[in-house]
């Protein structure tokens, strides 16, 4: 497959105005920035180079993956070997500094990942191979200018190209059949870890419709989690946790799930009421709720456009909540943050929050997530994924 041609002219801007001859990365979502391929185990890295080389030294069992999605020069190794015992930096350092020197790079200046990162996981286990890189470049090739490349990378995902829109777009559109799946589920007596349980075979059961033009998923990952009554008033935390609580008659119950395809995620929550018979209205309470969020919701898109301050999205939607009685108390949360690269990451570029500094962008891509928690008794939010357009706003979950 070939390489991005956009996002390569991005990254060629990004270090020429970094003053960067290569950016060299490890962590699975920069790897996939740069090259297009999403690692398994964390143990590959992407080189790419101003003269507009790019390259993957991935592990050899990875090769055939790498080779589906990417355009990228491929070069593998073995991290271990039956042979001997052997240290895995070490194992990636040969390919990595042949590299270097087959480009010429032994005296450049290189941009690494030096600083704090969020990253979702892409396999039960991951390497970490963090400041290792730079020692053995400063052992190594003692010349090179080693320079973080944090900050740059961060931007670069905030803003996606139209290949990686489609590419969120269609991994959002897999997430339907999970949801579909739990609502189904949702009714009293069910245990949140059945419910849970529910969404994600539905997800795994149906077979992604690739959209125009978008290859289906070779690789998709879901986690779907349930929160009824007063758990659900427990979900504006940093994490969302499934336990056993029983569904009672008239419970809120909230599904979160953070979906991938080929690593491309989504943050999505939808809300449900676990209604005594089927035909039986959601309570008064329910409906305010419903009513809050949504109009919270309209405004908040109404108030997308290239140009415009995160902050005022933010506001927009939260004057709506204050409205309906819905205060700090309530929604203690920031409107959204960016999704695509980052899952789970309040701090992914655009973060649509009260304090935020961030100004969209055509190719941004964020949730958009008013919620009311009520200590005790439930919480509710609702949370698209949307995508900045030229015009205004895309809601990508539109089920």
Same mark, same amino acid.
């Given at each position: 497959?070939?390489?991005?041609? %956009?996002?390569?002219?991005?990254?060629?801007?990004?270090?020429?105005?970094?003053?960067?001859?290569?950016?060299?990365?490890?962590?699975?979502?920069?790897?996939?920035?740069?090259?297009?391929?999403?690692?398994?185990?964390?143990?590959?890295?992407?080189?790419?180079?101003?003269?507009?080389?790019?390259?993957? +030294?991935?592990?050899?069992?990875?090769?055939?993956?790498?080779?589906? &999605?990417?355009?990228?020069?491929?070069?593998?190794?073995?991290?271990?070997?039956?042979?001997?015992?052997?240290?895995?930096?070490?194992?990636?350092?040969?390919?990595?500094?042949?590299?270097?020197?087959?480009?010429?790079?032994?005296?450049?200046?290189?941009?690494?990942?030096?600083?704090?990162?969020?990253?979702?996981?892409?396999?039960?286990?991951?390497?970490?191979?963090?400041?290792?890189?730079?020692?053995?470049?400063?052992?190594?090739?003692?010349?090179?200018?080693?320079?973080?490349?944090?900050?740059?990378?961060?931007?670069?995902?905030?803003?996606?190209?139209?290949?990686?829109?489609?590419?969120?777009?269609?991994?959002?559109?897999?997430?339907?059949?999970?949801?579909?799946?739990?609502? #189904?589920?949702?009714?009293?007596?069910?245990?949140?870890?059945?419910?849970?349980?529910?969404?994600?075979?539905?997800?795994?059961?149906?077979?992604?419709?690739?959209l125009a033009g978008v290859p289906a998923s070779e690789r998709r990952d879901g986690h779907f989690f349930c929160m009824s009554g007063p758990n659900s008033a427990t979900a504006s935390a940093a994490f969302a946790r499934t336990r056993t609580r029983e569904i009672a008659p008239d419970d809120l119950v909230m599904i979160h799930a953070n979906t991938a395809g080929?690593?491309?995620?989504?943050? +999505?929550?939808?809300?449900?009421?676990?209604?005594?018979?089927?035909?039986?209205?959601?309570?008064?309470?329910?409906?305010?709720?419903?009513?809050? +969020?949504? %109009?919270?919701?309209?405004? #908040?898109?109404?108030?997308?456009?290239?140009?415009?301050?995160?902050?005022?999205?933010?506001?927009?939607?939260?004057?709506?909540?204050?409205?309906?009685?819905?205060?700090?108390?309530?929604?203690?949360?920031? &409107?959204?943050?960016?999704?695509?690269?980052? #899952?789970?990451?309040?701090?992914?570029?655009?973060? +649509?929050?009260?304090?935020?500094?961030?100004?969209?962008?055509?190719?941004?891509?964020?949730?958009?997530?008013?919620?009311?928690?009520?200590?005790?008794?439930?919480?509710?939010?609702?949370?698209?994924? &949307?995508? &900045?357009?030229?015009?205004?706003?895309?809601?990508?979950?539109?089920?």
């Amino acid at each position: 497959m070939d390489l991005d041609s %956009e996002r390569q002219a991005r990254i060629q801007d990004a270090m020429r105005e970094a003053g960067l001859d290569a950016l060299l990365c490890a962590a699975p979502s920069h790897v996939l920035l740069l090259t297009g391929y999403w690692p398994v185990m964390a143990a590959s890295v992407a080189l790419v180079a101003r003269s507009g080389e790019v390259h993957v +030294i991935a592990p050899e069992d990875e090769r055939t993956l790498v080779e589906a &999605v990417s355009g990228a020069t491929l070069t593998t190794y073995l991290p271990g070997r039956l042979e001997e015992m052997v240290d895995p930096v070490q194992a990636l350092a040969k390919p990595l500094l042949s590299l270097l020197d087959r480009l010429q790079l032994s005296r450049a200046s290189l941009g690494l990942e030096l600083g704090y990162g969020v990253q979702p996981a892409s396999y039960l286990t991951q390497v970490h191979f963090r400041a290792s890189l730079a020692d053995v470049l400063r052992d190594r090739q003692p010349a090179a200018r080693i320079h973080s490349c944090d900050a740059l990378v961060e931007r670069l995902k905030a803003v996606k190209t139209p290949r990686e829109l489609d590419l969120i777009r269609q991994a959002c559109t897999d997430a339907a059949a999970g949801f579909a799946a739990a609502e #189904a589920a949702v009714h009293p007596g069910a245990r949140e870890n059945e419910v849970a349980a529910a969404a994600l075979a539905g997800f795994e059961r149906t077979l992604p419709s690739p959209l125009a033009g978008v290859p289906a998923s070779e690789r998709r990952d879901g986690h779907f989690f349930c929160m009824s009554g007063p758990n659900s008033a427990t979900a504006s935390a940093a994490f969302a946790r499934t336990r056993t609580r029983e569904i009672a008659p008239d419970d809120l119950v909230m599904i979160h799930a953070n979906t991938a395809g080929n690593g491309y995620w989504t943050d +999505i929550t939808r809300t449900f009421t676990a209604r005594a018979t089927p035909s039986a209205p959601p309570p008064a309470r329910h409906r305010q709720m419903r009513q809050a +969020i949504s %109009e919270a919701t309209a405004a #908040a898109l109404a108030a997308i456009r290239p140009g415009a301050r995160s902050v005022d999205v933010d506001l927009a939607a939260r004057k709506v909540m204050q409205g309906h009685g819905f205060g700090e108390k309530e929604f203690v949360h920031g &409107v959204g943050h960016g999704v695509g690269f980052a #899952a789970a990451n309040a701090n992914a570029l655009p973060r +649509i929050h009260p304090a935020s500094p961030d100004i969209l962008e055509a190719g941004m891509t964020f949730n958009v997530e008013p919620a009311a928690y009520f200590p005790d008794f439930g919480g509710m939010r609702h949370c698209d994924v &949307v995508a &900045v357009t030229p015009t205004g706003a895309d809601v990508l979950t539109n089920f």
